[in-house]
């Protein structure tokens, strides 16, 4: 089994990078934050997705040796042009709170018609290796932002968030109805042959 590091200190975001990519990149073992030597992360303080994935990655590799990948993801919205963006996490502060941050973007939205509530969550995800290029996926979910919350499954947005194509938010969805379409499943499942790929040549 070769060893990957997912970099994520979001328990919810954790479980569904391991649940994705364990079956689909064989002879992977699958390890968390919790599974290392604990190490300072870095601010996120990169302008993209993408920038933000890769500090995060390239933090995990220098402290741990270990191949790594992490994850870099929030919720665009189109009438807030592009915002809450990589401020997704800490929207309504800090504290990172997912309720608080929800009602801060239903506030911010409250004037906005229905046809103008369009938006995608994304994810940039990065994959660093000691010794290795770094490697860089992006993938998009669209969909609008309905007017309360709904469900119990998921996490962050996930309870104001409808897909295209759906009635159901994608709190309301299954595991695998979430996975088979969110921008965190397509971009995994987008890495998983160079992941593969360099744990073979590993
Ligand atoms: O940086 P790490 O340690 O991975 O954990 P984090 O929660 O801070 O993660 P991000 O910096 O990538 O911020 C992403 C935020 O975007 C939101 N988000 C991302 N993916 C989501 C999803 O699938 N469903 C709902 N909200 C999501 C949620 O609020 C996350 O906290
Ligand atoms: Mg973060």
Redesign the pocket.
Known sequence: MSKVLL????K???E?LRRILTPIVPGIEVLG?ADVAPYD?PP?TEPT?EG??LL?ARAAVAATGLPSI??????CVDALNGM?G?L????AGPA?D?HA?NLLLLGQLEDVPDERRGAA???AVAFCRPDAEDELVRGE?RGSVIRELRGTG??????L?VADGYDRT??ELSIEE?DAI???GKSLRAIAPIVAKALGAA
């Open positions: 970099a994520s200190n979001n919810k975001k954790l569904e934050l992360e996120e997705f933000n994935a995060k992490a994850d870099d993801s929030g919720i809450p990589v997704s996490a800490r929207w990172k997912n941050n969550f994304v994810a979910m998921g996490f962050g947005y996930d309870v968030f994608t709190a979430k969110s921008h965190r």
